[in-house]
C-alpha cells in the first residue's frame, strides 16, 4: 500500500519540473515577442538603407546633371547623357524623375539653397548695422559669385526668384535663415509693411537683381556689371526701405 503512494522526494522532484516547464513556456513566449520586435526593426533598418541609398544614388544624379548643365546647358543636356555619366540605365533615371525638366527643377533649386547658404555664412562673422546692411552684403556676395562663374546665373536664370522663396530656404536645419526672414519682417514692420508686403518686395529684389545680373554678367546690358553692381545694391536697399 505504501509503495503505491509516491515519495516526498519525488513529489518534490515534480514540482520543480512543473516549475521549470512553465519558466521554460513562458521564456519561449517572452522569446517569440522579441523575435517578432526584432523582426520589425530589422524590416524598418532594411527600409531605412534603401531609402539612404535611394536618396545616395538620387543626389549622385543630381550632382553628375549639375555637371552637365553648367559645361553643356540644360537644354542641350539629354537624358541619355545624364545617365551615362551617373552610370545608370536610362530606364533607371525615371524611377527619380518624371522627367527631365523635374530634374532642372531640383538642381536649380539646390544651386539656389547652396549660394544662399554661402552667402549667409560669410556674411555671419561681420558686424552689420542692421538686418538692411546684411541683405545687401549677402546681394553683393551672389553677384560676385555669379561673376566668376557665369554659367551658373545661365542655369537659373528663370527660376532663381522660386528656388530663393521656397519654403524649405527658411527652414534649413542648420542655418539661421528664418532668423534673418523675422527679423526682416519686424524690421518693415517698422516701416509699415505688412508681411505679404515684405514678401512681395524681397520677392521683387530677387526678381530684378537677378535679371539685372543675367543681362549685365552675360550680354553686357545696359552696362558691365562693374557699373551696374552698385546701381543694383542701391536699388535694393530702395525697395527694403
Excluded at 536664370?157 to 519682417?185: A, H, M, P, R
Excluded at 516701416?191 to 505679404?196: C, L
Aim: with cysteine.
Amino acid at each position: 500500500m505504501l509503495d503505491s503512494f509516491p515519495s516526498r522526494g519525488s513529489l518534490v522532484k515534480k514540482k520543480k519540473d512543473s516549475q521549470i516547464l512553465e519558466v521554460t513556456s513562458s521564456h519561449f513566449l517572452l522569446t517569440d515577442g522579441h523575435f517578432r520586435c526584432i523582426i520589425k526593426k530589422i524590416v524598418e533598418k532594411g527600409q531605412m538603407r534603401m531609402t539612404q541609398k535611394r536618396m545616395q544614388k538620387r543626389r549622385m544624379i543630381e550632382e553628375c546633371a549639375k555637371g552637365l548643365f553648367l559645361k553643356n546647358d540644360a537644354v542641350n543636356t539629354s537624358v541619355d547623357e545624364i545617365a551615362a555619366l551617373a552610370g545608370i540605365a536610362k530606364g533607371t533615371f525615371y524611377l527619380y524623375f518624371k522627367d527631365k525638366e523635374e530634374l532642372i527643377g531640383r538642381v536649380v533649386n539646390n544651386l539656389c539653397v547652396e549660394l544662399l547658404e554661402k552667402a549667409f555664412l560669410h556674411t555671419q562673422d561681420a558686424l552689420y548695422s542692421d538686418i538692411i546692411q546684411r541683405l545687401i552684403a549677402m546681394a553683393e556676395y551672389i553677384i560676385d559669385y555669379y561673376e566668376e562663374n557665369p554659367c551658373a546665373i545661365r542655369l537659373v536664370k528663370n527660376n532663381l526668384s522660386v528656388g530663393l522663396l521656397q519654403k524649405e530656404i527658411y527652414n534649413l536645419s542648420e542655418l539661421d535663415f528664418k532668423g534673418i526672414w523675422t527679423e526682416l519682417v519686424a524690421y518693415c514692420k517698422q516701416k509699415g509693411f505688412s508681411r505679404r508686403e515684405t514678401y512681395d518686395r524681397l520677392y521683387l529684389i530677387v526678381e530684378l537683381t537677378s535679371s539685372a545680373t543675367y543681362f549685365s554678367i552675360v550680354e553686357g546690358k545696359p552696362d558691365s556689371i562693374e557699373q551696374m553692381k552698385p546701381i543694383i545694391l542701391d536699388n535694393v536697399k530702395r525697395l527694403l526701405g
